[in-house]
């Protein structure tokens, strides 16, 4: 592992390839255990440590603006009130107009105090590279659930041999022969064919809403000696 000044290693840093530099803990009681979501827009397995970073890999990854996604690959360093102090945000993603973005996924009960404080100085970090750190909203429960089943079907072992041409031609007129008597299988194939292992249409689904953070004056001074810490180049 690496560990370089904030603004000396975001020049040559490749985000999308780095592993991640922290694990999820494995803790005793707890409903979920930490896994790993098949990105359809990567192609590539994301790591998750709560429902909350599940969902919202999920959610990122029906988005069609997102171009890519990994799990914690990096790791911020700094020094506040005479100790160490260090932050890894739970995603970094990139996106199709070539931002990049920063994720931290609270949960339904929204950013503990502590991890406000850091993403202040991880959001002005972010904002020296061009970047941008947000949190992660929770999605409607009704968006989550069809997703979560559509999600199922984006994987290339769900295609169908249907030529998708053939699909696309038969929603534009409207004529879907057989779908009301096949059953939901036969929908969420077609489904499949149309858009395999692509994002959801927009209409099928609303998109994950995330809050800014914006951080004062007072952490952009903490934030230019932040150091970073990344597996790889």
Known sequence: MLQRPWRAAIGELRLMECAMV????????????PGWWWSATTGRLVGYGSAAMRDAVMMLDQNPQVAGMVS????????ERGRIVTHTPDLAVSMADGGIRLVD????????ARLVGRARVVGACARDAGWEHRFAD???PVVLANARWLSVYRHPRCSVTIP???LRAAFAKRVLRGGASSGHQHI???FSGINPAKRVTRTAFA??????VSPPSQWRQIAHSCTLRAWGT
């Open 72 to 79: 914690r690959p990096l790791e911020f360093v700094w020094e």
């Open 207 to 212: 998109r994950n809403r995330t809050t800014l």
């Open 138 to 140: 929770t999605a409607d």
């Open 188 to 190: 969420t194939s077609v």
């Open 105 to 112: 996924c609270p949960g339904s009960g929204g950013p503990s």
């Open 22 to 33: 922290r694990g999820f803990p494995l803790r005793r009681g707890r409903r979920l255990a």
């Open 164 to 166: 998708a041409s053939r």
